[in-house]
């Protein structure tokens, strides 16, 4: 059987008064049930205070003093970008802020990195996939679940 254009249109006014009535769809399903209320945590990206850490803005800021003005403002966990460690930063460096963290109740939630693996095969590409093995590392030692 061949349903004719005429024959579709006609059940459009139809289908639009089932939609404004709030009638299910055919197919759909409840709402999913969780088990107990929902949890918002909420972080803080250093890239959200980027003129301090620069020092564009004063107060000029450290990453220490970005964690305890997250821990001020009472969030959960922080992004630690990768743009604002010191450019020769240690395993030494990093465990004391892991630590910092860890003292002030706040989870380091990613570390946020630049990369470019858009460069032809050469010197350019290694140099971006030796920078990322090198924050997969410190990304790991901060205890950081992603990058």
Do not use: Q
Request: charged share 20%.
């Amino acid at each position: 059987m061949t349903t004719s254009r005429r024959e579709i249109l006609k059940a459009i006014p139809a289908a639009a008064v089932l939609a404004a009535a709030g009638a299910v769809p055919a197919g759909a399903i409840p709402p999913v049930k969780r088990a107990g209320k929902p949890r918002l945590r909420l972080g803080l990206a250093a890239y959200s205070l980027r003129d301090h850490l620069t020092g564009k803005l004063s107060p000029a800021m450290t990453l220490d003093d970005f964690i305890e003005k997250a821990a001020a403002w009472e969030v959960d966990g922080v992004e630690l970008t990768s743009y604002y460690f010191p450019p020769d930063f240690t395993a030494a460096y990093v465990a004391a802020l892991k630590r910092h963290c860890h003292l002030v109740g706040i989870d380091v939630s990613t570390t946020p990195i630049r990369n470019t693996f858009t460069y032809p095969a050469g010197p350019e590409r290694e140099k971006e996939i030796a920078h990322v093995k090198r924050w997969l590392d410190g990304a790991a030692d901060l205890g950081s679940p992603a990058i």
